[in-house]
């Protein structure tokens, strides 16, 4: 499900003094131990965790245009 390397944009619920809140980041995987991911920023995360909410790759979305190609 996860991979090595690539980035995503994870949401996961968070608990603080004022109540519960979504929080929402984009990080990249480092290191995957079964459920387990450690991010590039030292931060790991449970994937099996009730708090976390989803993972979305994010992909570089190259441009392409006809214009100047002779077609």
């Given at each position: 499900?996860?991979?090595?390397?690539?980035?995503?944009?994870?949401?996961?619920?968070?608990?603080?003094?004022?109540?519960?809140?979504?929080?929402?980041?984009?990080?990249?995987?480092?290191?995957?131990?079964?459920?387990?991911?450690?991010?590039?920023?030292?931060?790991?995360?449970?994937?099996?965790s009730?708090?976390?909410?989803?993972?979305?790759?994010?992909?570089?979305?190259?441009?392409?245009?006809a214009?100047?190609?002779?077609?």
């Amino acid at each position: 499900m996860f991979g090595v390397g690539l980035n995503y944009k994870f949401v996961l619920i968070e608990g603080t003094s004022d109540g519960w809140r979504e929080l929402v980041f984009e990080e990249s995987v480092m290191e995957i131990d079964g459920p387990l991911l450690k991010l590039s920023s030292g931060r790991i995360i449970n994937s099996h965790s009730s708090l976390f909410v989803s993972a979305t790759p994010i992909t570089a979305l190259s441009s392409t245009s006809a214009a100047g190609t002779g077609v």
